[in-house]
């Protein structure tokens, strides 16, 4: 293995070894009631009443796409870097450097494809508010 696929090998999982990091040691979470009604008369009773809407079905869809879009947008940002290592590394070889523009196309094409997706669903969830 060449010295370049070393170095880029061993980035690669460093930064997937501190990805796990992240998830395992991340910040603690309390469990919520969802099925728990905000009408109770108090208001401050459950976390979710707190969260100003999202105990409804609309804010719940609003909240997972959001966070769907960012873990897109981060999958996207780390295939950029791959076609941009590929391309680099393609050494003038015709087939490495159409390999490196499809990733990076296709990456920026699945970004384009997220994003619409999440204004096509805040169209709608905002239609039946």
């Known amino acids: ?13 460093l ?4 990805g796990v990091a992240g998830v395992v040691y991340g910040t603690p979470v309390q469990a919520i009631n969802l099925f728990e009604r ?6 401050s009773a459950t976390e979710v009443c707190k969260a100003d809407g999202t105990d409804t079905v609309a804010g719940i869809v609003g909240n ?3 966070v769907l879009l960012y873990a897109i947008g981060a999958v996207a940002v780390v295939m950029i870097v791959i076609g941009g290592i590929k391309y680099a590394t393609s050494n003038g070889n015709a087939e ?11 990456a920026v094409i699945g970004l384009v494809a997220a994003i619409c997706a999440q204004v ?3 169209f709608v969830v905002n239609a039946f508010k």
């Open 1 to 13: 293995m060449s010295a370049m696929k070393q170095v880029i090998t061993r980035a690669m999982l």
């Open 15 to 18: 930064l997937v070894g501190l």
């Open 38 to 43: 905000c009408e109770s008369g108090d208001a």
């Open 64 to 66: 997972v796409t959001s």
């Open 96 to 106: 490495n450097i159409k390999s490196a523009k499809n990733t990076i196309m296709y």
């Open 120 to 122: 096509m669903v805040i």
